[in-house]
């Protein structure tokens, strides 16, 4: 009976640990005091919207870490909830198959543009002739709209902005398509750089869908930050 008694102790303890673990865990996945936020590498991202970010969550009582994703992995990790937010995407990464949420109103407007080093041959058709060679960012054929067989010029993927252009700078590519909400376009020309917008698209703050219940007062702090900067410029 005593090494029933024992046995029987021993059981709900383990259970009662378990409990304890599983508790923690799920409230650390809901988590609405410290999110991890995705950071894209490129210049304005870095410059503008991370600091508008960072002071909407500040708004609302949330403390935020960013964290450096490429545009590919920051996706995964977000849809799987290994972070919480990104700080800007394309509006159409948000998919009824996945768990990403887009946060109102968009940050910005913006579009995939096409760069062309000066004095070569520039218009849409380069990305249909097959002599040519581009380098996009990842998720070009995802925000073209456009799978990797219908495209007849040769596409080189990277993950980094900053590394795109240095190859167009360094003559290694005639050509580049990247990403913009055209406050570039003062340096694309500075540098000699043509540049056509391709696909446009609303730029939006996005979070995993297990914050969708924060939707409402992010909606406002970030409205009230774009609202700031708004006026601010104005005067």
Do not use: W
């Amino acid at each position: 009976m005593r090494f029933i008694g024992i046995q029987t102790v021993s059981t709900f303890f383990i259970l009662f640990i378990s409990s304890l673990l599983f508790n923690s865990n799920a409230s650390a996945q809901h988590d609405d005091t410290n999110f991890v936020i995705g950071e894209l590498t490129h210049p304005r991202v870095s410059s503008f919207y991370k600091p508008l970010i960072a002071r909407a969550y500040q708004d609302i009582g949330i403390e935020v870490t960013f964290e450096k994703v490429g545009g590919e992995r920051g996706l995964r990790l977000l849809d799987e909830g290994m972070t919480d937010a990104d700080i800007i995407r394309y509006d159409v990464v948000s998919q009824p198959d996945n768990n990403i949420v887009i946060v109102p109103p968009a940050l910005s407007h913006g579009a995939s543009f096409l760069l062309c080093i000066r004095g070569a041959e520039c218009d849409k058709s380069i990305i249909q002739q097959p002599h040519k060679a581009i380098a996009v960012t990842t998720r070009f054929f995802f925000n073209m709209h456009a799978k990797p067989g219908e495209l007849n010029a040769n596409i080189f993927e990277f993950d980094d902005f900053h590394h795109v252009i240095n190859l167009l700078l360094n003559g290694r590519f005639d050509y580049a398509i990247l990403p913009s909400d055209y406050s570039e376009e003062a340096i694309f020309e500075q540098s000699g750089i043509e540049y056509i917008p391709l696909v446009e698209h609303e730029l939006v703050h996005v979070i995993h869908k297990k914050h969708s219940h924060l939707i409402d007062q992010l909606s406002a702090a970030i409205a009230k930050q774009l609202q700031l900067l708004k006026t601010a410029e104005s005067e």
